[in-house]
């Protein structure tokens, strides 16, 4: 039971280009997240999916697109990366349990884009 | 809207020192509140939750969480820290039922002196 699983762990990317970031999680959860992480700024949520086959923004979504591939994958894109997107992505699944969602993180990509 | 709030930005204790980590939360309702973990280079692992009853939570690692409703606080606390406890601490918040999307803090770094 690997939990949730994320590649690259690392990245460098030239402005204008583009990539994909894969998560993949093994523990049959429907709903799964796509975070970022900046000094001082706690997480931000980019996009979150409740359920096979929806998607759905979250609080900083512009520069992203996300497919969620099936139910144990969500992709997160950058169509043209930006410096301002160097971070710390993390991609997150949940399950209900005790009336709410607990979500269980991935152990992050660390993205530079120069 | 839901937010929470962590006052301290750093905190230095002493090993074996006991340890308080404040986090106080703005929401309408009783919310469900979230401490989560993460070490250097590591994801989120979740510490403890509360979502109703006894208003102090017992989690991982040796730590508990109080919930008061007066005044809004969801204080972590461990009796004697360990070097090992260095690391960044988030507290989150949630509404209740069904999948929800919570609400970080922007964190709390834990510096242990030996």
């Known amino acids: 039971n690997a939990g949730v699983t994320q590649t690259p762990k690392f990245q460098v990317l030239k402005t204008g280009q583009s990539m994909t970031l894969q998560c993949a999680q093994d523990m049959n959860h429907n709903s799964m997240y796509w975070y970022r992480q900046d000094p001082g700024m706690g997480l931000r949520l980019i996009y979150y999916s409740a359920s096979e086959g929806t998607t759905d923004k979250g609080e900083v979504p512009n520069g992203y697109n996300v497919s969620r591939l099936n139910k144990r994958e969500f992709s997160l894109r950058l169509e043209s990366a930006a410096p301002s997107q160097t971070s710390v992505y993390f991609c997150?699944?949940?399950?209900?349990?005790?009336?709410?969602?607990?979500?269980?993180f991935g152990p992050g990509t660390r993205l530079t884009v120069l | 809207a839901q937010s929470v709030t962590q006052p301290d930005i750093h905190i230095t204790v002493s090993e074996g020192a006991s340890l308080e980590l404040r986090c106080n939360y703005s929401y309408g309702a009783t919310p469900y509140l979230f401490w989560y973990v993460q070490s250097p280079g590591q994801g989120l692992q979740l510490l403890l939750k509360?979502?109703?009853?006894?208003?102090l939570v017992q989690g991982i690692k040796g730590f508990e969480a109080e919930f008061k409703r007066s005044q809004s606080s969801f204080n972590l606390r461990k009796p004697s820290v360990h070097w090992s406890d260095a690391a960044e601490y988030f507290c989150a918040v949630g509404p209740p039922g069904g999948s929800y999307i919570p609400t970080f803090g922007r964190g709390t770094s834990l510096i242990v002196h030996p």
């Open positions: 997150a699944s949940s399950e209900f349990s005790g009336n709410t969602d607990t979500q269980y």
């Open positions: 509360y979502f109703s009853g006894d208003t």
